[in-house]
Protein backbone atom coordinates (compact mmCIF):
# COMPACT_ATOMS: atom_id res chain seq x y z
CA UNK A 1 0.00 0.00 0.00
CA UNK A 2 1.53 3.21 -0.83
CA UNK A 3 -1.35 5.14 1.21
CA UNK A 4 -1.69 8.49 0.34
CA UNK A 5 0.76 10.15 -2.13
CA UNK A 6 0.63 13.52 -3.91
CA UNK A 7 2.47 15.27 -7.19
CA UNK A 8 4.75 17.30 -7.21
CA UNK A 9 6.47 17.41 -4.48
CA UNK A 10 7.71 21.18 -5.43
CA UNK A 11 6.69 23.49 -7.75
CA UNK A 12 7.66 27.48 -8.45
CA UNK A 13 5.55 29.41 -10.35
CA UNK A 14 5.04 32.81 -11.50
CA UNK A 15 2.12 35.15 -10.06
CA UNK A 16 -0.98 34.36 -12.46
CA UNK A 17 0.13 30.87 -13.51
CA UNK A 18 -2.59 27.49 -12.96
CA UNK A 19 -0.93 24.67 -11.87
CA UNK A 20 -2.91 21.21 -10.54
CA UNK A 21 -1.97 19.32 -7.63
CA UNK A 22 -2.69 15.47 -7.64
CA UNK A 23 -3.36 13.75 -4.52
CA UNK A 24 -3.98 9.90 -4.90
CA UNK A 25 -4.71 7.03 -2.07
CA UNK A 26 -5.18 3.32 -2.20
CA UNK A 27 -7.33 2.91 0.92
CA UNK A 28 -10.45 2.83 -0.78
CA UNK A 29 -11.71 5.89 1.54
CA UNK A 30 -14.46 8.27 1.31
CA UNK A 31 -13.18 11.03 2.50
CA UNK A 32 -10.50 13.29 1.25
CA UNK A 33 -9.13 16.40 2.25
CA UNK A 34 -7.14 19.42 1.26
CA UNK A 35 -5.18 21.42 3.34
CA UNK A 36 -2.53 24.32 3.39
CA UNK A 37 -0.16 24.75 6.10
CA UNK A 38 1.74 28.14 7.02
CA UNK A 39 4.19 28.91 9.55
CA UNK A 40 2.34 29.54 13.30
CA UNK A 41 -1.51 28.55 12.00
CA UNK A 42 -1.12 24.85 11.71
CA UNK A 43 -3.32 23.54 8.86
CA UNK A 44 -6.51 25.34 7.80
CA UNK A 45 -8.83 23.47 5.54
CA UNK A 46 -9.30 24.38 1.68
CA UNK A 47 -11.99 21.83 0.31
CA UNK A 48 -12.69 18.88 1.26
CA UNK A 49 -15.07 15.56 -0.69
CA UNK A 50 -17.29 13.15 1.07
CA UNK A 51 -17.37 10.80 -2.13
CA UNK A 52 -16.74 10.15 -5.84
CA UNK A 53 -18.43 13.77 -7.44
CA UNK A 54 -18.95 15.50 -4.39
CA UNK A 55 -16.53 18.85 -2.82
CA UNK A 56 -17.26 21.49 -0.56
CA UNK A 57 -15.53 24.46 0.70
CA UNK A 58 -13.77 24.42 3.74
CA UNK A 59 -11.82 27.40 6.15
CA UNK A 60 -9.66 29.08 3.06
CA UNK A 61 -11.31 27.99 -0.37
CA UNK A 62 -11.07 31.04 -2.18
CA UNK A 63 -8.54 31.32 -5.18
CA UNK A 64 -8.57 27.41 -5.21
CA UNK A 65 -11.02 24.51 -7.07
CA UNK A 66 -11.18 21.00 -6.75
CA UNK A 67 -12.66 18.07 -8.44
CA UNK A 68 -13.19 14.26 -7.60
CA UNK A 69 -14.15 12.98 -10.73
CA UNK A 70 -12.68 9.13 -8.86
CA UNK A 71 -12.46 7.80 -5.84
CA UNK A 72 -8.92 7.35 -5.39
CA UNK A 73 -8.43 10.63 -6.54
CA UNK A 74 -8.33 14.59 -5.60
CA UNK A 75 -7.36 17.61 -7.38
CA UNK A 76 -6.55 21.02 -6.22
CA UNK A 77 -6.30 23.59 -8.75
CA UNK A 78 -5.01 27.25 -8.45
CA UNK A 79 -6.49 28.85 -11.75
CA UNK A 80 -3.80 32.71 -11.15
CA UNK A 81 -1.57 31.97 -8.55
CA UNK A 82 -0.64 34.55 -6.28
CA UNK A 83 2.26 35.05 -3.67
CA UNK A 84 -0.30 34.70 -1.08
CA UNK A 85 -0.43 30.96 -1.65
CA UNK A 86 3.31 30.21 -1.20
CA UNK A 87 2.43 26.99 1.23
CA UNK A 88 2.86 23.88 2.03
CA UNK A 89 0.17 22.13 0.81
CA UNK A 90 -0.95 18.23 2.31
CA UNK A 91 -4.05 15.85 1.17
CA UNK A 92 -5.37 13.51 3.63
CA UNK A 93 -8.46 10.87 3.44
CA UNK A 94 -10.10 8.76 5.92
CA UNK A 95 -13.35 6.86 6.28
CA UNK A 96 -14.91 9.53 8.18
CA UNK A 97 -16.61 10.06 11.56
CA UNK A 98 -13.29 10.08 14.05
CA UNK A 99 -11.60 7.83 12.11
CA UNK A 100 -7.78 8.57 11.65
CA UNK A 101 -6.80 10.72 8.55
CA UNK A 102 -4.03 9.57 6.86
CA UNK A 103 -1.75 12.44 5.26
CA UNK A 104 0.52 12.39 2.30
CA UNK A 105 3.93 13.58 2.38
CA UNK A 106 3.06 17.49 0.91
CA UNK A 107 3.71 19.73 -1.75
CA UNK A 108 5.58 22.69 -1.28
CA UNK A 109 4.85 25.53 -3.73
CA UNK A 110 6.53 29.02 -4.55
CA UNK A 111 4.60 31.59 -5.97
CA UNK A 112 7.12 34.49 -7.32
CA UNK B 1 -17.13 27.66 16.13
CA UNK B 2 -14.62 25.51 17.71
CA UNK B 3 -10.98 26.11 17.90
CA UNK B 4 -8.17 24.52 19.51
CA UNK B 5 -5.28 26.01 21.33
CA UNK B 6 -1.74 24.74 21.96
CA UNK B 7 0.58 26.95 24.79
CA UNK B 8 4.15 27.22 23.43
CA UNK B 9 5.24 27.00 19.91
CA UNK B 10 7.84 25.81 21.31
CA UNK B 11 9.12 23.67 24.04
CA UNK B 12 12.85 22.92 25.28
CA UNK B 13 13.70 19.80 27.48
CA UNK B 14 16.62 17.62 27.89
CA UNK B 15 17.01 14.45 27.07
CA UNK B 16 15.51 11.75 29.88
CA UNK B 17 13.28 14.38 31.12
CA UNK B 18 9.37 14.62 31.23
CA UNK B 19 7.23 15.75 27.71
CA UNK B 20 4.53 17.94 28.50
CA UNK B 21 2.88 19.64 25.64
CA UNK B 22 -0.53 21.31 26.31
CA UNK B 23 -3.80 21.43 24.15
CA UNK B 24 -7.21 23.00 24.81
CA UNK B 25 -10.66 22.82 23.36
CA UNK B 26 -13.34 25.64 22.87
CA UNK B 27 -16.51 23.05 22.35
CA UNK B 28 -18.70 22.70 25.16
CA UNK B 29 -19.66 18.91 24.04
CA UNK B 30 -16.32 17.16 24.02
CA UNK B 31 -14.97 16.47 20.38
CA UNK B 32 -12.82 13.77 18.68
CA UNK B 33 -9.44 14.42 20.16
CA UNK B 34 -6.09 13.87 18.02
CA UNK B 35 -2.41 14.41 18.18
CA UNK B 36 -0.26 14.32 15.12
CA UNK B 37 3.39 14.08 14.99
CA UNK B 38 5.52 15.64 11.76
CA UNK B 39 8.88 15.29 11.43
CA UNK B 40 11.07 17.70 9.09
CA UNK B 41 9.99 17.97 5.44
CA UNK B 42 7.54 15.36 6.09
CA UNK B 43 3.93 14.65 6.38
CA UNK B 44 1.72 14.11 9.79
CA UNK B 45 1.48 11.29 11.55
CA UNK B 46 -1.35 9.74 14.09
CA UNK B 47 0.34 9.67 17.73
CA UNK B 48 -2.90 9.20 19.27
CA UNK B 49 -6.83 9.71 19.52
CA UNK B 50 -9.72 10.10 21.74
CA UNK B 51 -13.09 8.95 20.68
CA UNK B 52 -14.78 7.31 23.31
CA UNK B 53 -14.56 4.91 26.68
CA UNK B 54 -11.17 5.10 28.69
CA UNK B 55 -9.79 8.73 28.94
CA UNK B 56 -6.31 7.97 29.36
CA UNK B 57 -5.08 7.16 25.77
CA UNK B 58 -1.50 5.23 25.14
CA UNK B 59 -0.04 6.05 21.74
CA UNK B 60 2.99 5.27 19.77
CA UNK B 61 6.26 5.89 20.77
CA UNK B 62 5.56 5.88 24.66
CA UNK B 63 3.22 8.59 24.43
CA UNK B 64 -0.07 8.92 26.30
CA UNK B 65 -2.78 11.62 26.47
CA UNK B 66 -5.42 12.63 28.99
CA UNK B 67 -8.84 13.87 28.02
CA UNK B 68 -10.17 15.67 30.89
CA UNK B 69 -13.83 17.31 30.17
CA UNK B 70 -13.63 19.22 33.19
CA UNK B 71 -10.96 21.69 32.28
CA UNK B 72 -11.54 21.09 27.88
CA UNK B 73 -8.03 19.71 27.80
CA UNK B 74 -6.24 16.49 26.27
CA UNK B 75 -2.34 17.19 27.03
CA UNK B 76 0.25 15.07 25.56
CA UNK B 77 3.01 13.10 27.46
CA UNK B 78 5.68 11.31 27.26
CA UNK B 79 7.65 10.35 30.48
CA UNK B 80 11.41 10.43 29.05
CA UNK B 81 12.42 12.27 25.69
CA UNK B 82 14.39 10.80 23.09
CA UNK B 83 16.50 12.86 21.00
CA UNK B 84 14.21 11.30 17.92
CA UNK B 85 11.44 13.00 19.20
CA UNK B 86 12.35 15.92 18.32
CA UNK B 87 9.58 17.64 15.49
CA UNK B 88 6.29 19.73 15.26
CA UNK B 89 3.25 18.26 17.72
CA UNK B 90 -0.47 19.08 16.40
CA UNK B 91 -3.36 18.91 18.24
CA UNK B 92 -6.60 18.23 16.38
CA UNK B 93 -10.71 18.17 16.55
CA UNK B 94 -13.17 16.89 14.73
CA UNK B 95 -16.91 17.47 16.04
CA UNK B 96 -18.58 14.58 16.26
CA UNK B 97 -21.67 16.60 15.04
CA UNK B 98 -19.73 17.59 11.73
CA UNK B 99 -20.81 15.29 8.62
CA UNK B 100 -17.83 16.32 6.84
CA UNK B 101 -15.22 14.81 9.72
CA UNK B 102 -12.89 17.37 9.08
CA UNK B 103 -10.31 18.46 11.60
CA UNK B 104 -9.40 21.81 13.38
CA UNK B 105 -5.72 21.77 14.44
CA UNK B 106 -4.00 24.20 16.57
CA UNK B 107 -0.93 26.32 15.49
CA UNK B 108 1.36 23.32 16.94
CA UNK B 109 4.07 23.20 19.17
CA UNK B 110 7.92 22.51 17.60
CA UNK B 111 9.57 20.06 20.72
CA UNK B 112 13.52 20.78 21.12
CA UNK B 113 15.20 17.82 22.64
CA UNK B 114 18.62 18.68 24.84
CA UNK B 115 21.64 16.11 24.49
Given amino acids: ?112 | AQSVTQLGSHVSVSEGALVLLRCNYSSSVPPYLFWYVQYPNQGLQLLLKYTTGATLVKGINGFEAEFKKSETSFHLTKPSAHMSDAAEYFCAVSDRADSSYKLIFGSGTRLLVRP
Fill in chain 1, 1 to 112: NAGVTQTPKFRVLKTGQSMTLLCAQDMNHEYMYWYRQDPGMGLRLIHYSVGEGTTAKGEVPDGYNVSRLKKQNFLLGLESAAPSQTSVYFCASSYGQGLTQYFGPGTRLLVL
